[in-house]
């Protein structure tokens, strides 16, 4: 897994709520059996028409937004499990997703693929997406050490939350694998004297 | 202070704590399937892992299978790749597979409860957030991602953080007509698409414990449309007259000593939730969602309401409907019953109960999907097919099909299907398609009617 300290870049503004996994990836795309490329589909429906043609009215089409920061609307990534969904948006570019609120299943696909969820107060979400629409060139901060994320050259900035444990993770690019097996004396041991 | 089912539970599953971290669980039992596990064999396979405990795996094929002729070869190229590549991993590392044709072949979280593999105290993971159906039997059961796949793969253990628990109670007599499927959706309509989000769910009340158990495993299937981890119901002897004889469950003495602690699992009277909600059983009809996610329900007799959430907007838009419109007489052309949600023979058995002596409507296109291979069997044992047949209704091979139409059963664009799945996302039918969820009396009713009907007064 990558590394995750700081990040400055501007961000795309989806000013959608209940994003959930079928948006970001759809289905018909879940037919490989590697990791790599869904980018290519990401949020599919929304960015081309029916007839393969570009959705120009499509935030993700539309050029004067760039950036590694995704802002979205309240509870992103509900519905399916799917890892696609995280291995999707990283794929297309993105390090971070902004929301007020995340799904449990999607938040930790995330954690564990080097995409940071921040999660941020509806008064902020609401303030950042005002900002970050009306002017694309608006550069964000994140920074996962002190756990803040601000508008730079601002004075709009918030605390954000995350798990201890994830958050050393994120930071020295370790995965649970390694730690898991690490512990497989314990594990063995656990199976041995099982209770029930 | 007493626990809760879900604390016993997971508590005695805690292999050990991490100091300000999470706490490794140990996972009893691990379901697999084609969609979300080749990248997880593909992870342990680079970095030397070997897979720790193969016979604690069963792997099913499901999302991807055609629902005609699985006696032949698949035609889609990238499916029977995904498929050939299951047979192959599971044949590499010494895992149990039910691949397409078997007789225990069918969807993971209709197949696993039938054959006994789930019980009643264990836990229990899968690649698909649906896996907390298997809650029903009283068992913490949930949806993971595939890197967590590949986590248990390599160690039998997860790396998680303790969620909170939630109480949802319905007490009382339900209306004629009433099934399973419309209390969740009642529930979910209450409460929302993320109340539920960090929590883990208890059923609790006279209606769940009256319920059967094909029917607890409706509700408990979609404790994740309202964002929880999962959803657990009270083991009782219900439960225990279900697994018992199942080719896994415990046989004998092994089987007495294993009830004799199920019924230690109960809530404690004493015990405390973070969170409770309580309805009362007479307050719900059968019911129909409107929109593009499962929260998005009304009793069937209901107009859709006002909202002016701009999201809110962008759903009604993309299904076509208006404010204060009713949903009573919209001409529908499809019909789905099937998915983990409402594929069992009891499904079946309310859907033929209706149907018997009735004709299908010349306009609609109605699948019936049965979720398992057994279930299959038993719709024809118990004469159900030739009331299908008669009445002009197809029933299809088992799978997930038109539930998220990775295969060939997709609704075609601007269409609406009325289904019993779980999900009313945008083109989850495929593309363009629209979704309105509901039980499979009121599916079976729309597909003989060829439009929505007011269910409730028929029967009453
Ligand atoms: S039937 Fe639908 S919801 Fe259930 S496992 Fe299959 S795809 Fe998922």
Redesign the interface.
Known sequence: MEKFTTLQSRAIPL????V?T??II???F??????KGFGDNVFR?WRYH?DGTINTDFVLNDSKYSGSILVA???FG???????A?WAITDFGFKVVVSS?????FK??AL??GLLPVQVSLAFLSDLMQRVVSNPETELVVDLEKQIISVKDSELSENFEI???KKTCMINGY???D???N??E??EA??AQ??? | MGKTLFDKVWD??V??T?E???Q?L?IDKHLIHE??S??AF??LED?G?PV?RPNQIVATAD??TPTLHQDQPIK?E??R??LE?LSENCKKNSITLYELGHKYNGIVHVMAPELGVTQP??TMVC???HTSTHGAFGAIAF??????V??VF??????L?K?KSLRVTVNGKLRNGVLPKDVILYIISKLG??SG??YFCEYAGNVFEDMSMEGRMTVCNMS?EM?A?GGMIAPDETTFEYVKGREFAPKGEEFDKKVA?WKTLPTDSDAKFDKEYSFDAEDIEPMITYGT?PGMGIKISETIPVDE???FK?SLAYMNFEVGESLINKPINFVFIGSCTNSRIEDFRVAANYIKGKKKAANVTAWLVPGSKQVETQIIEEGLKSIFDEAGFELRQPGCSAC???NDDKIP?GEYCVSTSN?N????QG??SRTILASPLVAAATAVEGKIIDISKQLN
Do not use: W
């Not at chain 1, 000013?15 to 209940?18: A, G, K, S």
């Not at chain 1, 609120?101 to 299943?105: E, P, Q, S």
């Not at chain 2, 949806?143 to 967590?148: C, L």
């Open positions: 000013h959608i709520e209940n959930d079928d948006q759809p289905a018909r879940l037919k490989a059996t590697d990791r429906d029916k609307g309240d509870n509900c519905g399916s499990s799917r890892e696609h995280a609120f995340f799904a449990d299943i930790g696909n564990n693929n798990d201890a444990y995965d649970d694998i730690y898991l097996i512990n497989k314990q594990i656990f199976e099982k209770i029930y | 005695s599953h292999v050990s991490i300000n971290g999470p490794i140990y969609v979300t080749p990248q593909n992870e970095r892992i720790f999302h991807n889609d990238l499916s790749k995904q590549q105290g264990i690649g698909d957030s949806g993971i991602g595939t890197s967590q590949a986590q390599a160690s039998q253990c997860l790396l953080t969620p698409t993320n989000t960090g994740i964002g981890r602690y996610n959430n701009p999201s962008k998220l139409a990775m664009q999900r996302f945008e083109g989850r593309q363009g």
